[in-house]
Each structure stands twice: as C-alpha cells, then as structure tokens.
C-alpha cells in the first residue's frame, strides 16, 4: 500500500503562484510514474501532469508553460509548482501514484482556489 498526502494549497489572486507538495508513504519502493490530477466542481477529475520515476514529464496543455512537475525520490516527495494560475485551474487537486503491477494511489486532495 502506498500512503499519498498533499499540502500546499489555498486562496489566490489571479496570475499569483502556488506550490503543492505530495508525500508518500508505504509501500514507496514500488512507485513508478506519479502524477497530479484536478476535479473542477461539476466536472470530471482530469490530468495536470504526470512524471516518470526517471523524471520525464507530461502535461496537459491548459497548463504547460505554467505548472512545472518535479518528484524528489530520496525524500519521496512530489511537487506542483503553479505560476500565472487562472480563474480556471480553480479545483481540488489530487497526487497520484502508479506502481509497478499498475495500481493507482490517491491522496485526500488540497483545495485550490483563484480568484479573478
């Protein structure tokens, strides 16, 4: 088993930053890709970025440009950096974790709000 907990987020302005952090805990040894996910009220949970054990990295493309994905595999650690956030990135977001045999782990979720 694999234990998720974010932290980090809250209320901004418009074209402010966050920063969300991801620990884990457990089972870490048998983590592969990570990743962070945002659900929107009224919408469908939806990917942000993910990145490989390796440290390759995807994005959706409402974020890229903005949001930077890095992971910290000696201290288990997984982080969103978020700049020129927009009205629209407004969601609770969600860290994720995938392990070798494709189950997936998920955190509580940290609320993220912005206000225009």
């Known amino acids: 088993q694999v234990q998720l907990v974010e932290s980090g987020g809250g209320l901004v302005q418009a074209g402010g930053s966050l920063r969300l952090s991801c620990a884990a805990s457990g089972s870490i040894f048998s983590i592969n890709a990570m990743g962070w996910y945002r659900q929107a009220p009224g919408k469908q949970r939806e990917l942000v970025a993910t990145?490989?054990?390796?440290?390759?990295?995807n994005y959706a493309d409402s974020v890229k440009g903005r949001f930077t994905i890095a992971r910290d595999n000696a201290k288990n650690m997984m982080f969103l950096q978020m700049n020129s956030l927009k009205p629209e990135d407004t969601g609770v977001y969600y860290c994720?974790?995938?392990?070798?045999?494709?189950?997936?782990?998920w955190g509580q979720g940290t609320q993220v709000t912005v206000s225009s």
């Open positions: 994720n974790a995938q392990n070798l045999r494709w189950t997936n782990y």
């Open positions: 990145i490989s054990r390796g440290g390759s990295t």
